[in-house]
């Protein structure tokens, strides 16, 4: 009964490829969040949503599309992939808007080749 | 712009000592801090948060200190055990306005309890 899932865990993939990562909470939680953490572990947040609206949306490429079907679900979509997306991808989700005592999920290592 | 960082990227005790893993933090702004861990594969977790109206906080074998003077903080593990092995990262928030929930991470400190 994990907290915060992700799939895949692992996706390698070809430049130019569209593809999808999936994120669950089973915890009740209000906000999801995404991050990317590169190679050099250096986590930064991409995108937040509180109640199926996104509220936090930094300096991603808009090939990063994320998509909240309801509360409990926050997927994150990528278009036309590239070399530098290459990262681990987080998501994770809190009960309020502060990130307090957030859940992570495992992460999805993307590597575009 | 503002940012995290931590002053020491690895550190190596041996087992029972106690550990000291710095943060230093550049945005006044912040007024809430959290502790992270995250070890090999998986994703980071919660240790111990701290508001900028205190200026300490315990939990079971760790502390954490905030000296909002110098924006500095640390956390202490208390008798390490081969287990506190990780990559440990501050981070910062906050208050309010636009950027309430935006939390800002260091750049990580990987700490190794040797036997």
């Known amino acids: 009964d994990t907290a915060v899932s992700q799939t895949p865990k692992y996706l390698v993939t070809q430049m130019g490829n569209d593809k999808s990562i999936k994120c669950e909470q089973n915890l009740g939680h209000d906000t999801m969040y995404w991050y990317k953490q590169d190679s050099k572990k250096f986590l930064k947040i991409m995108f937040s949503y509180n109640n199926k609206e996104l509220i936090i949306n930094e300096t991603v490429p808009n090939r990063f599309s994320p998509k909240s079907p309801d509360k409990a679900h926050l997927n994150l979509h990528i278009n036309s992939l590239e070399l530098g997306d290459s990262a681990v991808y987080f998501c994770?989700?809190?009960?309020?808007?502060?990130?307090?005592?957030?859940?992570f999920g495992q992460g999805t290592r993307l590597t575009v080749v | 712009g503002e940012s995290v960082g931590l002053h020491l990227p690895t550190l190596s005790v041996q087992e029972g000592d106690n550990s000291i893993i710095n943060c230093a933090y550049s945005n006044s702004a912040s007024d809430y801090f959290i502790w992270y861990k995250q070890e090999s594969g998986k994703g980071p977790q919660f240790i111990i948060d701290?508001?900028?109206?205190?200026d300490k906080r315990q939990g079971q074998r760790v502390t954490v200190l905030l000296n909002k003077t110098v924006k500095h903080l640390s956390l202490q593990i208390a008798a390490t055990q081969p287990g506190d092995s990780a990559v440990y990262f501050c981070a910062e928030s906050p208050g309010g306005g636009t950027s309430y929930g935006k939390l800002t991470f260091g750049q990580g400190t990987i700490l190794t309890v040797h036997p």
């Open positions: 994770a989700s809190s009960q309020d808007r502060g990130l307090r005592e957030a859940f």
């Open positions: 701290i508001r900028s109206n205190m």
